[in-house]
């Protein structure tokens, strides 16, 4: 969710991921893929960085699939190890 503001001055916490379309004209409309039309204070290219920030801060969160590249590589490293244990490559 991202922290907005409609044009009253009242807060609106906008789910990112129903953003269909944001246009300039003039005030900032954001169209959500239900079809409903928000109007907010911010500009079009604040409404966008907040919501790259937003995904950005989500995918940090997200566990990375680095324990698994972890695991492979510790296997590959296992079997470079086995391999040079093993006798000459050469």
Same mark, same amino acid.
């Given at each position: 969710? /991202?922290?907005?503001?409609?044009?009253? &001055?009242?807060? $609106?916490?906008? &789910? =990112? *991921?129903?953003?269909?379309?944001?246009?300039?004209?003039?005030?900032?409309?954001?169209? $959500? /893929?239900? %079809? #409903?039309?928000?109007?907010?204070? #911010? =500009?079009? #290219?604040?409404? /966008?960085?907040?919501?790259? #920030?937003?995904?950005?801060?989500? +995918?940090? %969160?997200?566990?990375?699939?680095?324990? &698994?590249?972890?695991?492979?590589?510790? +296997?590959?490293?296992? =079997?470079?190890?086995? *391999?040079?244990? %093993?006798?000459?490559?050469?």
């Amino acid at each position: 969710m /991202i922290q907005l503001t409609r044009l009253n &001055n009242q807060p $609106l916490a906008v &789910n =990112s *991921d129903l953003v269909k379309f944001v246009d300039t004209a003039p005030d900032t409309v954001i169209t $959500l /893929i239900t %079809g #409903e039309k928000v109007l907010v204070r #911010e =500009s079009t #290219e604040e409404v /966008i960085r907040r919501i790259i #920030e937003f995904r950005r801060a989500v +995918l940090a %969160g997200l566990p990375s699939t680095g324990a &698994n590249l972890g695991l492979a590589t510790s +296997l590959g490293s296992r =079997s470079d190890d086995e *391999d040079d244990a %093993g006798g000459d490559r050469g």
